[in-house]
């Protein structure tokens, strides 16, 4: 398997909710190898799977066993088929390692917890009530992925009286990584799901907060040293970071990571779309972003996503407007970085917070027709009442669905458009409701993209040395496209992709 680092779109996968095989409710990765032909249809190169280890939350973000899977989800066995099958039909599977903290139920913790001579007490972060106050650390500021502001917990009836650090819920305590046999550990764990299982990377869920803000260093020092580690086990190993901060403070984490996610980026290509206008000046931010990244080292891959299972699903963020969501795949599909779509996206599923109507089960049929339905909760949002479900929109070429499809397929078969580390550089078009740009290529080939955001049809035009070198006119959106000396004319809601004769389809 070829490393995944550089080319295809990436998959989201709540397990949980995807698809169920043995009718208990629960989506289960035989559910997931079950929709692989799928998932190979719409072009997709690599998944993603939230995590799937033994927990007792539903989401299963507090982990009791790194080496097992959740009974609820199958067995190694079942991993191993998928991954196999995942392979042979040209899809990377990477998984979700969640080694900031563990489950208060973990096996680390129970030791812990028997106090500060046991062997496992130094796995987790301790400090006595005074020198919590002493150190001015016992509370800590809101942040975006995390509302826990009183971080430090006490164990109830222990014999000793200090503290242990949670920065999510006292049921997540944190991991002590200045402590050698943690880092070791982490590494033995990743060694088994790479060599014994076949993994092909891993998304590494808090990147930012194994070490507290005034030593973050610390951070960059770990994960430059764990990437190391890795690549002697498999060097194409992919690693990608959740790291929501500026992008200056995001940079230093490319030096281990090779992709981190754009979160600020999501944000605003959101309201971009809302309001059918550049309010925010997209391309100019993605090119300040990617620039500070540029500085740290030339071979970052920009995470790019329009929601995720943690924020507001984009459907539901544009109201489900069927035109704006189609602006919003047109923009994330064309432009420069690593493209992740979250499950159902492609349906234009719906979800508001609280975080489970963000997961609500993925949408194959109709009511009762949909027996691969993961009924794990009922769905508020998404309901083949207010979502249409896939094998409808498989039936209508003008569906969501069909244009992400044909989106993806272009992507893929595009040798500029299909490299993740193709650099942005900036068209001189300005004109209201108009976001344009031009992607280079690591061969030196060069596109111009230019999206209407609008519901009007406009005629964009193009600078006299960009309407010189972009001659041809390779893809459109809308039928109603066209290309000639008087400028661009774009459909409502779409987008066009020029380019020079001498850069060819793959």
């Known amino acids: 398997m070829k490393s995944v680092a550089h080319t295809g779109v990436h998959y989201e996968i709540f397990v949980r909710a995807f698809c169920d095989t043995n009718s208990d409710g629960l989506g289960d990765l035989n559910g997931v190898t079950a929709k692989l032909d799928y998932l190979q249809d719409l072009g997709i190169r ?38 196999r099958e995942a392979h042979a039909r040209g899809i990377a599977v990477l998984m979700d390692l969640v080694l900031h903290h563990t489950s208060s139920r973990h096996h680390w913790f129970r030791e812990a917890c028997k106090g500060p001579d046991n062997p496992y007490w130094h796995y987790y972060k301790w400090l006595l009530p005074e020198e919590i106050k002493a150190r001015n650390l016992a509370t800590r500021d809101i942040t975006a992925d995390s509302d826990e502001r009183n971080p430090w917990h006490t164990v109830r009836g222990a014999q000793f009286r200090e503290q242990y650090y949670g920065m999510f819920w006292r049921e997540m305590p944190d991991l002590n990584f200045d402590h050698p046999p943690v880092r070791a550990e982490f590494v033995n764990v990743a060694r088994f799901w790479l060599t014994e299982v076949g993994v092909d990377g891993f998304r590494l869920d808090a990147a930012r907060h194994l070490y507290r803000e005034f030593e973050e260093p610390k951070n960059h020092q770990f994960w430059t040293e764990f990437r190391a580690a890795l690549e002697i086990i498999k060097p194409d190993v992919h690693l990608v970071g ?22 600020d980026f999501a944000l605003s290509l959101a309201e971009v779309v809302r309001q059918e206008d550049d309010t925010e000046d997209l391309m100019a931010f993605l090119a300040y972003v990617q620039g500070v990244y540029e500085r740290i080292t030339p071979d970052f891959i920009d995470a790019l996503i329009l929601s995720n299972h943690d924020q507001i699903r984009i459907g539901s963020a544009l109201n489900g407007h069927p035109n704006r969501l189609k602006v919003a795949a047109n923009l994330l599909l064309t432009l420069p970085g690593n493209p992740y779509l979250y499950y159902g996206e492609e349906l234009g599923m719906l979800g508001q917070k609280p975080d489970e109507h963000i997961r609500e089960p993925f949408l194959w049929d109709i009511g ?45 078969n595009h040798p500029v458009l299909n490299d993740n580390r193709s650099r942005l550089e900036q068209s001189k078009i300005r004109q209201q409701g108009v976001v344009a740009f031009i992607r280079r290529g690591a061969n030196g080939g060069r596109v111009l993209v230019v999206h209407n955001l609008s519901q009007n049809p406009l005629t964009v035009v193009l600078p006299p040395d960009e309407l010189a070198l972009f001659t041809r006119l390779t ?12 400028g661009l004319r774009l459909g409502a809601y779409s987008v066009a992709v020029l380019e020079t004769p001498s850069v060819l389809l793959q």
């Open 475 to 486: 893809f459109a959106s809308r039928d109603e496209t066209a290309l000639d000396s008087a």
């Open 46 to 83: 690599a998944i993603w799977l939230m995590p799937i280890n033994p927990s007792p939350s539903y989401h299963k973000y507090d982990i009791t066993d790194y080496y097992t899977l959740d009974c609820d989800y199958g067995t190694l066995d079942d991993m191993k088929r998928l991954v």
């Open 242 to 263: 959740e790291v929501w901060t500026r992008p200056e403070k995001i940079a230093p984490y490319f030096r281990g990571l090779h992709a981190n996610f754009n979160f």
């Open 368 to 412: 009762k027709q949909d027996r691969d339905r993961a009924r794990w909760r009922p769905a508020k949002y998404s309901t083949s009442r207010t979502v249409r479900p896939l094998v409808q929109q498989q039936a209508d070429p003008n569906s969501l669905f069909c244009h992400y499809k044909r989106l993806i397929h272009l992507r893929n």
